[in-house]
C-alpha cells in the first residue's frame, strides 16, 4: 500500500479556506485517494474521494494532479468546528480494503 | 438509522485479564472492520470480518480474535491483556464505498 506524507499540523482562522497536500509519490494505478476526518474520542468520518483531477462535494474539494502523486483537500470557510485531525489514504476505493491511516494533520481553527 | 454502534463505551481491565468488545453495523452493512487507535495515532487495522469469515488480517498477534455473527454484528476479542492493549477500539461497516466507523471502546489496561 502505498504511503503517504501530510504536514502534522494547521492553523487557520474562521472564515479562510485551508488546503491540505498529501504526497503519496507510489500511488499504484488502481488507488483511489480517500480523506477522513476525526474528532477526539470519535471514530473517522469519511469526507471525500478521488481518482484524479477534481471533485467536489457539500463540505469539501479534492484536487488531483494529472501525475497523482500528491492531492490536495481544500476546505472552505472553515469554522471552529472543522478543528480536527484529517488523514489522507490511499486504496483502491472499495468498502473492503484496509484503510492504512498514517498520524494525519491536526488543523487548528482559532476565531 | 442507528449507524454503526459499539459497546461498551468505555472499560478498564486488568494485564492477563480477556475483554470482548462489540459491534453493531449500520444497517444493510455486511462487512466489519476493527481497528485499533492508540494516543496520538492513527487508527491501525485488526481484522476485517465479512459473511462470518475472517477476510483480511493486519498485523496483530494471535490474542486479537473476533467473530461475525448472521445478524452481521461482529465482537472483537483480546486475551492476557498487556498494558500496551489500552487504546480506542473501533469498529467500522462498509457496502460499497465508504466505512463508516461507530465511537469505539475506550480500553484500559491497568
Known amino acids: 500500500l502505498a504511503k503517504t506524507t501530510q504536514p502534522i499540523s494547521m492553523d487557520s482562522y474562521e472564515g479562510q479556506e485551508v488546503n491540505i497536500t498529501c504526497s503519496h509519490n507510489?500511488?499504484?494505478?488502481?488507488?483511489?485517494i480517500t480523506w477522513y476526518q476525526q474528532f477526539p474520542s470519535q471514530g473517522p468520518r469519511f469526507i471525500i474521494q478521488?481518482?484524479?483531477t477534481k471533485v467536489t462535494n457539500e463540505v469539501a474539494s479534492l484536487f488531483i494532479p494529472a501525475d497523482r502523486k500528491s492531492s490536495t483537500l481544500s476546505l472552505p470557510r472553515v469554522s471552529l468546528s472543522d478543528t480536527a485531525v484529517y488523514y489522507c489514504?490511499?486504496?483502491?476505493?472499495?468498502?473492503?480494503?484496509?484503510?492504512?491511516f498514517g498520524t494525519g494533520t491536526r488543523l487548528l481553527v482559532s476565531p | 438509522d442507528a449507524g454503526v454502534t459499539q459497546s461498551p463505551t468505555h472499560l478498564i481491565k486488568t494485564r492477563g485479564q480477556q475483554v470482548t468488545l462489540r459491534c453493531s453495523p449500520k444497517?444493510?452493512?455486511?462487512?466489519v472492520s476493527w481497528y485499533q487507535q492508540a494516543l496520538g495515532q492513527g487508527p491501525q487495522f485488526i481484522f476485517q470480518?465479512?459473511?462470518?469469515?475472517?477476510?483480511q488480517r493486519g498485523n496483530f498477534p494471535d490474542r486479537f480474535s473476533g467473530h461475525q455473527f448472521p445478524n452481521y454484528s461482529s465482537e472483537l476479542n483480546v486475551n492476557a491483556l498487556l498494558l500496551g492493549d489500552s487504546a480506542l477500539y473501533l469498529c467500522?461497516?462498509?457496502?460499497?464505498?465508504?466505512?463508516?466507523f461507530g465511537p469505539g471502546t475506550r480500553l484500559t489496561v491497568t
Open positions: 467500522a461497516s462498509s457496502l460499497e464505498v465508504e466505512q463508516y
Open positions: 507510489n500511488i499504484a494505478t488502481n488507488d483511489y
Open positions: 478521488g481518482y484524479k
Open positions: 489514504l490511499v486504496g483502491d476505493g472499495g468498502g473492503f480494503q484496509k484503510l492504512v
Open positions: 444497517s444493510g452493512h455486511d462487512t
Open positions: 470480518y465479512y459473511e462470518e469469515e475472517e477476510r
